[in-house]
Structure formats: C-alpha cells, structure tokens
C-alpha cells in the first residue's frame, strides 16, 4: 500500500480560483507527485486536475552527486597542474623540448630517474652510508622520488597521461613523507610507500589495470 503525505495549500479568501498544488510523497518508490487544481475541496477531483508531474528524488539525487563529482574532477586536475608547473623544474629552454622519445637526452633523463629511485631506496633501507642514527643521506633517499625521480621525467617530451601522473605524484608523495612519520618513523616505509603512490598513479592513468589480453 502507497504511504502519501499530503500537503494541503493555505485557504485564499481574496481569490477564489486561484489554482492549488497538491504534493504527495510516495515513500516506495521515493517520488513525489504534484496535482493542481482550482476545486474549492480538500482533495481535487479528477475533472478539475489540470496538472501531474512525478518527480523521482533518488535520480535526482543521484544526478546531483553525479553532476558534482564530475565538475570536481577537471578542478582537481587543474590545481594539480598548476602547482606542479609553478614549482616543478621545467625544461630550460624556450622553444621545444629537445627531449623526446628516442633521442639521447629522452634516455637520459629516463636513466636518471630511475637510477635515482634505486639509489635513494638504497640510501633509506641504510644499506649506504650506513648509520646507527638518522642522517641526511636517509632523509635524501626518502626524499629522492620527489626531488631527482619525478623532476626528472617531467623534464622529458612525455604524454599527456604521463604528465597528468606526475603532475598528481609531485602533490602526492609530499603529503605522504609528511604524514607517515607522525605514526611510523621509518625511512624505509616512506620510500616504500613513494613507491607504491608512484606506480599505482601509473597504473591509473594509463589503465594498465583494465587491459585485456
């Protein structure tokens, strides 16, 4: 059985035929449900509708939400871009980036990228430089991902997914080497979780998870 809630309109002593809307609120299948009509009774006949609009809240609800996070996402990208190429090196030079794919310096910067990855997950896991105590080399190779690793694949002629990557990752992995000392002091963690950030961005933005063979 349909539960309703009707809601009646104010009387007009003025204005006698002026029309009156009728909501009802149907809680099965959460729509709402508007009659007018100029019957002078509390509940219109069916002669005197003039008016029947359904209105389901759920989808609209969901329209909105929907709606939401969509605007939300080109912001996000923005700020994200914004940032990176405001404080994130660049190439220094004017005119095209010299770097792209196959030339040597494409290599290069490549090379080095992920050569410093290595070297700094060596530098946290303490197995150079050893020491007994936190030291600069631990804090660079927890740093090394954002400071040598992403500057130095941002400087290539990438694409535009890779960028978008990057750009995200250069506002990520801070947040990250932040915020994991004040529950776990470990440089290894950090490194490690540089890592995983690094790669499931990838991941996301080139799709590798959704590919079929």
């Given amino acids: 059985m349909m539960n309703t809630l009707k809601i009646l309109p ?30 002078d009774e509390h509940t219109p006949s069916p002669t005197t509708e003039t008016l029947v609009v359904d209105v389901n809240v759920d989808e609209e ?12 996402a080109p912001m996000l990208k ?25 030339s040597p310096l494409y290599t ?25 105590q936190p030291d600069i080399w631990r804090l660079m190779g927890m740093w090394s991902i954002w400071m040598f690793t992403i500057p130095s ?22 947040l990250l080497n932040v915020a994991i000392p004040f529950f776990f002091k470990s440089f290894p963690l950090v490194w490690s979780a540089d890592i995983i950030a690094f790669f499931a961005m990838y991941a996301w933005k080139f799709g590798w998870l959704h590919r079929t063979d």
């Fill in 61 to 72: 609800v969901s329209k909105t939400s929907t709606s939401t996070s969509t605007s939300s």
């Fill in 108 to 132: 290069v910067f490549e090379v080095q990228a992920y050569a410093s990855m290595l070297f700094g997950g060596a530098l946290s896991f303490n197995l150079i430089f050893p020491s007994d």
């Fill in 153 to 174: 694949l941002r400087a290539r002629d990438c694409s535009k997914n890779e960028k978008e990557a990057l750009n995200y990752l250069f506002l990520l992995i801070p």
């Fill in 78 to 102: 923005k700020v994200a871009q914004k940032t990176a190429s405001t404080f994130a090196p660049r190439p220094s030079t004017a005119s095209k980036n010299p770097a792209v794919p196959g």
């Fill in 10 to 39: 104010l009387p007009s002593p003025l204005i006698s035929q002026r029309p009156k809307f009728y909501y009802y609120f149907n809680s099965t299948t959460s729509s709402i449900t508007i009659r007018s009509g100029t019957s």
